[in-house]
């Protein structure tokens, strides 16, 4: 029995209870207050919480059961302590933990326009399945080989990420650029310590055993020799290898976890959009401000038009997407009679002149009296027609017709109305911020 592993074994659980306590006050403290609006879809922050639950509660439970699973060695005669139940734990959290970065990712590159990082945030998830599969392959057959593909692919994701920060570098505030210079040091040192020490040791182990020529598991002789543990060991030679990962892993990699929750969004140049109207102003400011100075500077000119004719279109496209699908949810919401959805797509400052009313609606309850007659208009629909949509940083605004369509006495009767929905990015998401609505002449 090694002093070393004694302490390091009843350190761990130590570590969990602060990092769960980090998480109870950061989570407290960080979750909005949607009182007003309780059926709205969940905001990034909300989600930050939720998976970063997933992975500080997953890993409190590792640290009390340490498991190295290839050879099924813990520190308890249990099956707490199988590979088994350890390696289900650490798949949720580990799929938690990425999905934490693309949240972050989709938000910021929204709020900044940043292609790399958009892309990025679709792939984090499904590139991080393939790597816990590998992992599953290695712990139910004992083959490291899989070990040396998971490590490998976290190194990508790790690299990814990273590349996404650096291709925000010229949008983001200072404090960002600060945040940015610290993750990406951080992402580098653990690409380098992956490339470095961990996938070499998960290949000199598979080489080791393929030298002995050991045989392996199938997938269901591994599925029950993991179960439980076969060694219950406190010795040095058999934790060396593991302790300082596990360490990192329960300690640092939660840490980042929580600070998740807590990361503020970059400002820009629609820093925080209070209003749409601010926010317009504050686009045509910019534009009108860039367009004097780049008159000053031709090459500086050329330059812009250059990347913009690269990239722009690209982003934009993501961006119109994404409010399509905001104003389809309004839509399908109406067609549902569903005022509950409808109103929580309304930022709690919304600005609203329906069709049908002299009212001018400026809080969630008021938005809601106008649409809770809703279930009494029974056969009719809504759809959009011609429409356009324009993108003004943080600000998106939705211009066209709709019509509603009724049954009277079995005939089809439209009216046609003119829209425009004008839309902030808060917290993630394309919220409705003002909303006009007037019939067709």
Request: charged share 15%.
């Amino acid at each position: 029995m090694s002093t070393a592993v004694v302490v390091w074994s009843a350190i761990l659980p130590v570590i969990a209870l602060v990092n769960m306590l980090a998480w109870s006050i950061t989570a407290a403290s960080h979750w909005p207050d949607t009182s007003a609006l309780p059926h709205r879809p969940l905001s990034s922050r909300q989600q930050q919480v939720l998976l970063s639950a997933g992975y500080v509660f997953g890993c409190a439970f590792r640290s009390v059961v340490p498991v190295f699973d290839v050879p099924r060695i813990g520190l308890i005669d249990s099956v707490l302590s199988s590979a088994l139940l350890g390696r289900s734990v650490a798949t949720v959290a580990e799929l938690c933990f990425i999905a934490q970065w693309a949240v972050m990712l989709r938000a910021t590159s929204m709020a900044t326009r940043n292609v790399v990082g958009s892309v990025t945030a679709r792939v984090l998830v499904p590139l991080i399945v393939v790597a816990e599969t590998c992992s599953w392959y290695s712990v139910l057959t004992t083959s490291n080989l899989g070990h040396v593909f998971e490590e490998s692919l976290w190194g990508v994701a790790a690299a990814l990420i990273v590349a996404s920060l650096l291709a925000g570098w010229s949008r983001w505030d200072a404090h960002w650029r600060r945040v940015t210079v610290w993750l990406g040091a951080a992402g580098l040192a653990y690409v380098a310590y992956l490339a470095l020490v961990d996938v070499p040791m998960y290949w000199s182990r598979w080489i080791d055993a393929e030298q002995e020529g050991r045989r392996y598991l199938s997938l269901m002789q591994g599925l029950a020799d993991a179960s439980a543990p076969k060694v219950v060991s406190y010795r040095w030679e058999h934790w060396r290898g593991e302790i300082v990962w596990m360490s990192i892993y329960f300690s640092v990699a939660v840490w980042v976890s929580i600070w998740l929750i807590r990361a503020p969004m970059p400002a820009t140049a629609g820093d925080r959009v209070a209003g749409s109207r601010e926010a317009l102003h504050s686009a045509h400011s910019t534009r009108r401000n860039a367009t004097m100075k780049n008159r000053r500077n031709p090459s500086l000119l050329a330059s812009v038009l250059l990347c913009a004719a690269a990239l722009s279109p690209v982003a934009q496209a993501d961006v119109k997407g994404d409010v399509e699908a905001t104003t389809q949810k309004w839509i399908s919401a109406f067609n549902h009679k569903d005022t509950d959805a409808i109103v929580a797509l309304y930022a709690p400052d919304a600005v609203f002149h329906g069709t049908s009313s002299p009212v001018l609606r400026d809080s969630p309850a008021l938005v809601r009296e106008y649409f809770k007659g809703l279930a009494t208009l029974g056969n009719s629909t809504m759809a959009t027609g011609e429409h356009r949509v324009q993108v003004l940083g943080q600000v998106a605004i939705n211009s066209g017709f709709y019509t509603r369509t009724s049954l009277d006495t079995g005939k089809p009767v439209e009216n046609k109305a003119r829209f425009t929905f004008v839309y902030a990015l808060r917290d993630g998401q394309w919220l409705i911020v003002a909303h006009h609505s007037s019939a067709l002449p």
